[in-house]
Structure formats: structure tokens, C-alpha cells
Nanobody, 119 residues
């Protein structure tokens, strides 16, 4: 079983920055990819950023060079640096870890952390 824990989040004014981090523990065979989704009230969940073991990145269109994700494969963790935050970035951010076991991939989620951008 894999446990995913998120750190960071909180409240910030527009234009500010926050750093979210995520760490997985438990029966991790090999970190395949990791990243973040977010969901605002009344909105669908959307992908924020992800990174694979081979350092392939993907960002949501709304990120527009404001966010950067990095990972530490040895520690099964990632960090999402968010800059120039906007009120529309307010959401619950959830981390995922994709654990590769043989040729199968299993995704585990954290419980989510609230990010609020408001003046």
C-alpha cells in the first residue's frame, strides 16, 4: 500500500507564490510519474502538472509558465512551485503518485490541500 502526503498550501494574495510538496511512502516499487490535479468548487478536476521518471513534463494550459514541477525519484516526492498566483487558482490541490510494479501502474492520491488566492 502506498501513502501520499501533501505539504504546503494555504492563503496568498494575488501575484504571490506558494510551494506544494508531496511525498509517498509504503510499498513503492518504482516511481513512474507524479503530479498534481486541482478542483475548485463546482468545477471539474483538472490536471495542473505532472512529471515522469524520465523527466517529461506536462502542464495545464492555464499554467502559462507560472508553475514548475520537479521530482526526486529516490525520495518518491515532488515539489510544485507556483508563482504569480491568481484568484482563479483557488482550489483543492491533490497529489498523485504512479507506482510501477512490473508492467502495471498503480495510482495513489493524497487527501488534498487547499490553496486560496485572495486579496
Amino acid at each position: 500500500q502506498v501513502q501520499v502526503v501533501e505539504f504546503g498550501g494555504g492563503s496568498v494574495q494575488p501575484g504571490g507564490s506558494l510551494s506544494l510538496s508531496c511525498a509517498a511512502s509504503g510499498s513503492i516499487s518504482k516511481l513512474y510519474s507524479t503530479g498534481w490535479y486541482r478542483q475548485a468548487p463546482g468545477q471539474e478536476r483538472e490536471e495542473v502538472a505532472s512529471i515522469t521518471r524520465g523527466n517529461s513534463f506536462r502542464y495545464g494550459d492555464f499554467v502559462k509558465d507560472r508553475f514548475t514541477i520537479s521530482s526526486d525519484n529516490a525520495r518518491n516526492s515532488n515539489v510544485l512551485q507556483m508563482n504569480d498566483l491568481k484568484p482563479e487558482d483557488t482550489a483543492v490541490y491533490s497529489c498523485f503518485i504512479d507506482n510501477m510494479v512490473g508492467d502495471m501502474i498503480f495510482r495513489s492520491w493524497g487527501q488534498g490541500t487547499q490553496v486560496t488566492v485572495s486579496s
